[in-house]
């Protein structure tokens, strides 16, 4: 127990094997990968092909999955206390958009990510980017962009687990120069543990989180395939009024979610961030304008590449609509009181979550002025 009562966990690839990858909990964040010659992956598949037998291993500490404590997170990005319980660490809430008509017509709603992206580059605040690759329609993979077609190709929401962070650790032990990161929440989280290992020194130019509610297991793709309606499609959403529409020749073609829900990964259904907390900027939908991107702005470093993109006429800003924010706070609320539920009546798939009483306290009464 730490002084806030707070369990600090320490465990090896045994543990990862019992509590994560055994469990069915494993988020194929690919955090993992790299560190060791005993795990690999297929697909969204990550396992140990040979037992481990070192009692403690890194494998475990990068691990979102194996334990989270959001309070640490919260002083170890925004070197504060614990941030608002809902939202995480943030400085601001925008709308944004892309102002480069390629980036706009490639991204999924806004472009914010993909324009954020391409201005680190360009700009020489990072020499490489790790980014998620792929069709819509068939298991997507990991790139290290270092150029704009690479990054304008990996434009557009992948809706499964890639592991991501696979080329992470191979990556930083190469040497080099500043990486910017773009990826799921989980992905966000493993990367600060990385980081608070000292592995990455100072090689994390930039972390761009997407906001995300649940992902698709590889299933989901073999369903489409058999789908002559849908196998074809060139973008997919998820949109507020539920399932997923598929935009194929022009059309869209809605699979609704009764459908769907089978294909969400298992680990998903027990995630405590939607938005990336501890990333240094938050990309989302609007849930109300597809051409405009909810921003959020978590750290200093993310306000000053902000700043920078925008002076560049990289992209533009508007304020967030005050009306939207009780809607952006139900939607979070209603998907960590679950979870805080679940983990205080004990279930085993929660019990990775190190909550402090006070960030307990402070969901439930969220909970209450939500109700
Ligand atoms: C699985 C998943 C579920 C999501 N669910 C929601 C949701 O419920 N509500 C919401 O508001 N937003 C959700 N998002 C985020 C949303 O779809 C957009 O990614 C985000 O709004 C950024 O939009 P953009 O226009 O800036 O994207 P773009 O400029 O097109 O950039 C997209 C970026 O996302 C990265 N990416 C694509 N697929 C993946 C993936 N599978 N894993 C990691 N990175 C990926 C790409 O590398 C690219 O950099 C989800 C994203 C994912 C990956
Ligand atoms: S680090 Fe990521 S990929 Fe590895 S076991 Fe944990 S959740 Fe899965
Ligand atoms: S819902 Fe959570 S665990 Fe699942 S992919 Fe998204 S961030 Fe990762």
Known sequence: MDARGVEVERGGPAELQARVLGAGLCTACGACLGHCPYLKTLGERVAFIHPC??????CFEVCPRAALDPDRLDAQVAGAGPADPLLGPHRALHFARALDPEVKQ????????TALTLFALGSGAAEAALLTAGSPTAAPHPVVARDRATVLAAAGTKYS?????????PLLRQGGGPIAVVGRPCQVAALRKVEARGEAESRLAVVIGVFCFWALTPAFYRF?????DVARAAKMDIPKEGGVVVSVNGGAVRIPLDEVRPFIRPACQHCFDPTAEWAD?????????????TLVVRTARGQALLDAAVAAGALELKPYPAERIPILRAALRGKKTRVLAALEAGSAE??????????RAGLRSEAGAGA
Do not use: H, K
């Not at 037998?53 to 890194?58: I, M, T, Y």
């Open 224 to 228: 489409l395939a058999s789908r002559a």
């Open 106 to 113: 490639r991204g999924q709603y806004g472009g914010v990510t």
């Open 161 to 169: 687990a890639c592991a991501t962070l696979a080329p992470l650790a």
């Open 281 to 293: 900027l938050s990309v989302g939908s609007t849930e109300y304008d597809p051409d405009w991107n």
């Open 53 to 58: 037998p070192l009692p403690e291993g890194r």
């Open 350 to 359: 929660t019990a990775y979550l190190q909550l402090s009483p006070e960030r």
